[in-house]
């Protein structure tokens, strides 16, 4: 039975996804990232186990002994530029090759992917506005201009940085003196002051810090403020000098794919988050667009643009981007724990379900896992509010492991399938940190440039920690050479679900040959440390932050 594959490989996520000939998704899986620049880990088989999952699936709806065979495969890729290509094609074959697939892959620029994420025709235009903005015009299916796509520092106009830059230039402006008030310059103040942590007192110097300090994908947040005061509310009036920012963004996206198609084709397909999601920049150039008589798109998720691409590329009738975006919709309804790892929140639920089943990680869970890892963070409370890059815990304490040993990690799943509680380990803590050492924290070292000395927020904290990890006391390795990792949501506690995985885990790591294992607990999580002590683990060290608690394999 012949199938295509469409792959969309992000810095956080990754997607895959099998469709027959008949039009029909057979297979969806999401996984972590996979950019070659910033994502860390063995990304070849971290993708090819996404690419194995969404097979899985496959292998359910066919027929017994009905042979599937994958004819095309098109990947959009994050960053693929000429520069990366070699390392992206290598990429693509050894993910391909650990899935046991054979055909060929197709890098395909993300502007085609957004079109035929929004268009089964094979001509039309782009328009595109995320973090950054461009224009592109699409014939049969590829790149056939460009306009902007230039950077935060040279263009851009009318994107999530540049609407939140000039919305910061305003408010400060203002704050000056040197142009008329504006909601905007309270509103800067204020951002600065969240990033900070803590204000210094004058908020043009917090201004000046956090701009030259912070990434400027970072400092694309304050768009959204910049468009809600220039619609207003009930509560204000819309704010004249955010809506004349407004009014820019949606000329120069405008005047960007004017220079693509001076007539432009009837059908516009408009990508990214300022122009898919309902806001002032939106609904002025779609309104403009319609006005002169040409079809708007929204652009579906970039995997459905991915698998399209891949029917055409196999001769097949292309197929309805929105009826297939509408099929990974319903899937993932339908498979949650597989594709899209959400939960109720616990307060949802009073008491933990009579079980939870215990389970191997599978690549999907990786977004889960992470979304867990911060939820108990912060001694076992949530600390999604404390930083403003929550996702830096889990690359701290939770990602090496699912990329380097996922073979030593074991979730709780909920009768649903969802992951509620997780425990990462390795047997051997010496050789994994120097597997960290060249496998995990070099990308992450580059993502996240050592912070500036003066600096002391919590997220610099934890990027330091990224640069400078320290390595494990080689006199506590003597007895105890293996540790773990261990967080549970409020509904996997009690009702001895942390018993089972933590000792399920424990018996992996004996029959590994580990003579001993150590884990670090906070001082302040006291629910922690007595149901540790209730396990069988016993105080090794007391430290200022907490304690290092061990105890010999196996467990008796």
Request: negative net charge; aromatic residues 4%.
């Amino acid at each position: 039975m012949p199938l295509v594959l469409g792959l969309d490989i992000g810095g956080t996520s990754t997607r895959a996804a099998f469709l027959s000939a008949k039009g029909e998704l057979l297979g969806l899986a999401r996984g972590g990232g996979a950019n070659i620049n910033s994502s860390p880990g063995d990304l070849p088989r971290q993708l090819g186990a996404v690419i194995a999952t969404a097979q899985a699936q496959v292998r359910e709806h066919l027929a017994a002994g009905t042979v599937a065979e994958v004819v095309a495969c098109v990947a959009g890729v994050a960053g693929s530029g000429a520069a990366a290509g070699d390392r992206i094609t290598e990429l693509l074959r050894g993910a391909l090759s650990y899935a046991g697939i054979a055909a060929p892959a197709e890098i395909v620029p993300d502007p085609v992917i957004a079109f035929a994420a929004g268009s089964a025709q094979p001509e039309g235009s782009v328009l595109l506005a995320g973090t950054g903005a461009a224009s592109f015009r699409i014939e049969g299916f590829a790149e056939a201009a460009r306009a902007d796509a230039l950077g935060w520092l040279l263009g851009d106009v009318g994107g999530g940085i540049w609407i939140a830059l000039e919305g910061l230039r305003a408010g400060a402006a203002s704050l000056d003196g040197r142009a008329t008030p504006t909601a905007l310059a309270p509103a800067a103040a204020q951002f600065a002051a969240d990033h900070l942590g803590e204000s210094t007192g004058d908020p043009l110097q917090d201004l000046i810090r956090v701009v030259h300090g912070t990434r400027p994908a970072e400092l694309g947040s304050f768009a959204r403020t910049v468009a809600r005061l220039a619609r207003g509310g009930e509560a204000s009036e819309p704010d004249p000098t955010a809506a004349e920012i407004v009014a820019r963004a949606a000329g120069g996206l405008l005047t960007s794919l004017a220079a693509v198609s001076p007539r432009p084709a009837s059908t516009v397909v408009l990508a990214g988050s300022v122009l898919t999601k309902d806001g002032p920049v939106r609904s002025t150039v779609r309104d403009h667009l319609v006005h002169q008589g040409l079809t708007t798109l929204d652009a579906a998720e970039p995997v459905v643009g991915a698998v399209c691409l891949a029917a055409h590329r196999a001769g097949w009738d292309q197929p309805d981007p929105r009826a297939l975006s509408a099929a990974v919709d319903a899937m993932e309804t339908r498979a949650a724990p597989a594709t899209r790892p959400a939960a109720p929140p616990p307060s949802s639920r009073k008491r933990p379900p009579a079980a939870l089943a215990l389970d191997h990680y599978r690549p999907e869970d990786h977004d889960r896992l992470y979304e867990i890892c911060v939820r108990t963070g912060d001694s076992g409370d949530d600390a999604t509010s404390k930083y403003r890059e929550p996702e830096l815990l889990g690359h701290i304490y939770l990602g090496a492991y699912l990329a380097l040993e996922p073979e030593h990690a074991l979730v709780l799943r909920d009768p649903d399938g969802v992951a509620q509680g997780y425990c990462v380990a390795t047997a051997e803590t010496a050789r994994f940190e120097q597997r960290c050492e060249t496998e995990w924290w070099p990308a992450l070292r580059e993502r996240y440039p050592m912070p500036r000395p003066e600096e002391d927020s919590p997220d610099a904290a934890l990027i330091r920690k990224i640069h400078q990890p320290g390595g494990t006391n080689p006199a506590l390795l003597q007895d105890f050479p293996a540790h773990l990792h261990i967080d549970l949501l409020p509904v996997a506690q009690g009702g001895g679900n942390g018993k089972r995985l933590l000792l399920a885990v424990l018996d992996e790591l004996h029959a590994d040959g580990a003579p001993g294992v150590h884990l670090g607990v906070g001082g302040r999580n006291a629910r922690a440390i007595g149901f540790y002590e209730h396990v069988g683990l016993r105080t090794v060290i007391h430290h200022p932050w907490g304690l290092t608690m061990g105890t010999a394999l196996p467990l008796h």
